[in-house]
């Protein structure tokens, strides 16, 4: 295959449904992998029916230990199991609207990686988010750039393309970190191998139901352990 879609879900049962008519509207040939963390709200055992009557979707259990061993999981399957040419990250929460999928997919042929971004010229971030959720997305990303010295604008997306055969999964495994921070070093891990990253504009979307899994928690590590990334890919 030559796209895999991996979204990793927890409690994330009300959007399914609007999500996947709208991946399948775009591309109704695509796979789909969603790792679920035995979500409480049952999205798991939806997804199971599902994957019943769709051969172009799957789904992989776990129980829940964060959002980057979700995404490591369900990397490491889909290289070993499923095959594609290109994995393609992407939160459920519909967020990241599936319309940007065709334009990642094209840009994909050109570069290594591609990112749906935010913070570049033409993309955006909801309106109604609040003065204190902005400031800490958009000094997170200043303070990320600034402390890895990278060229990315936005560090901490969800959502981009990447071509498998330009990655180690025994690296992969390697990163330890968590929350936005598995973002950050998974870009910082691709950076460092000199890949050739894109951004592409999106405007980001507030999530369409339910809530966000990510806690102050995830925001206090990422300011914490920031440093800790660049010492560890020092060697690369
Ligand atoms: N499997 C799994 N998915 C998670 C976990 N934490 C978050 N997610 C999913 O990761 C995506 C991004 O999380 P979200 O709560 O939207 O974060 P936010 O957009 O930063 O508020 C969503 O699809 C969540 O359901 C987790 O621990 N395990
Ligand atoms: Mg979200």
Redo the contacts with the bound molecule.
């Keep these: 295959m030559r796209n895999l879609i991996i979204?990793?879900?927890?409690n994330?049962r009300l959007n399914i449904d609007k999500l996947i008519k709208s991946i399948f509207r775009q591309i109704p040939d695509i796979s789909i992998l969603f790792?679920?963390?035995n979500s409480p709200d049952k999205t798991g055992d939806y997804i199971e029916t599902l994957e019943k009557k769709y051969s172009n979707i799957y789904l992989l259990k776990g129980t829940?230990k964060?959002?980057g061993i979700?995404y490591k999981r369900g990397f490491a399957y889909a290289v070993k199991n499923l095959k594609p040419k290109y994995i393609i990250q992407m939160?459920?929460?519909l967020?990241h609207n599936p319309k940007y999928l065709k334009t990642l997919i094209k840009e994909s042929d050109k570069y290594d990686i591609v990112i749906a971004s935010r913070y570049i010229k033409g993309g955006s971030i909801p309106k109604n988010w609040g003065h204190i959720r902005k400031l800490i997305s958009k000094f997170g990303n200043s303070f990320t750039k600034l402390v890895l010295k990278i060229p990315y604008k936005d560090c901490t997306s969800?959502f981009k393309i990447i071509k498998v055969s330009k990655f180690n999964l025994k690296d992969i495994d390697k990163i330890k970190s968590n929350g936005y921070l598995f973002q950050v070093e998974l870009l910082y891990y691709f950076y460092k191998k000199h890949l050739s990253i894109k951004e592409i504009p999106i405007d980001f979307q507030d999530?369409s139901k339910g809530s966000?899994?990510?806690k102050i928690k995830d925001i206090l590590e990422y300011f914490t352990k920031i440093n800790s990334i660049k010492n560890k890919y020092r060697e690369l």
């Design positions: 979204i990793p879900t927890y994330e790792v679920d963390d829940k964060g959002l979700a939160d459920a929460d967020s969800g999530r966000s899994k990510l």
